[in-house]
């Protein structure tokens, strides 16, 4: 198993897409953690009921340094799926098989092989969000809640949160390798269709239990507050239920990748 991870590794680190897709990733946690800052304070903020927000100063700042596991977690999920994706696009999927003929096991490997760069996305997402994040606040004049314990247990969460959808990632690109189809359907899943069904439920409350379980919910739980929840809009499962609804589906997609396309013939 040492080796598989060792070749895994060595092929992530001879591209330069790991630290492209940090690096877009960073920008975007910046843009909006100081989006949120200011909307959220000098903007004109509603809820559902058409009144006006009172959002307390731990939750405007927790809601402004989680801005990455609200909306940026596209980046390691995306990073995830291509770790395993590339590999039929480019061919290399045989020659891989060649060295390790175990299905099962070359799977493990990709998967414990993106832990550190999962964690790296997190850590990542968390400094940038508190670097970017805090002086839009002191600007806006709101509290930046530095001191408060609550908000570094939520950065922590933040690592752990962006962490796992690194790990759905790998779990989607095992079950779809088509790189393209894979891509473009975690982007319009995550950027479009569940928010737009996330922000019906909010609307409805018979759906509102449902929209807990869907993934970008769950990773918001592992956190504990959203851009959602924090506009009324959501209401979010236990931390540990998050994080374990959230590595469930990349664990089903990666069993479910096992059981159908890494058990065809592959050339």
């Known amino acids: 198993m040492s080796a598989a ?4 590794l060595r092929k992530i680190l001879t591209t330069r897409l790991w630290w492209a897709l940090l690096a877009m990733m960073a920008v975007a946690v910046a843009f909006f953690a100081v989006v949120f800052a200011l909307a959220l304070t000098l903007g004109d903020t509603t809820g559902p009921d058409g009144q006006p927000l009172a959002i307390e100063p731990s939750h405007l700042a927790l809601t402004v340094y989680t801005a990455g596991v609200s909306l940026a977690y ?11 994706t590339s590999e039929f696009r480019h061919r290399t999927i045989a020659t891989t098989l060649l060295a390790e003929p175990r299905r099962a096991r070359v799977i493990t490997a ?11 996305y997190g850590l990542v997402a968390a400094a940038v969000a508190v670097a970017a994040g805090a002086p839009a606040l002191a600007l806006a004049g709101a509290e930046t809640m530095l001191g408060d314990a609550e908000v570094w247990r939520a950065l922590g969460a933040t690592v752990a ?8 990632g790998v779990g989607f690109g095992t079950a779809v390798t088509h790189q393209v189809g894979v891509i473009v359907g975690l982007i319009v899943w995550t950027q479009l269709v569940e928010p737009l ?11 509102a239990p449902i929209a807990r379980f869907l993934p970008g919910a ?23 239920a998050g994080l374990l609804v959230l590595l469930g589906y990349g664990l089903v997609a990666a069993a479910i ?11």
């Open 218 to 240: 769950a990773g918001e739980a592992v956190v504990g507050t959203s851009f959602y929840s924090a506009s009324g809009l959501a209401t979010l499962l236990p931390a540990w």
């Open 5 to 8: 991870i060792r070749s895994e």
């Open 110 to 120: 990709k998967l414990l092989a993106a832990i550190p760069f999962a964690l790296l």
């Open 74 to 84: 596209v980046f390691p999920l995306a990073f995830g799926a291509i770790i395993v």
């Open 197 to 207: 069904v996330r922000l019906a439920a909010g609307f409805w409350s018979a759906a």
């Open 161 to 168: 949160a962006m962490a796992a959808w690194t790990l759905v």
């Open 257 to 267: 990748g096992w059981r159908t396309t890494f058990r065809h013939d592959i050339s």
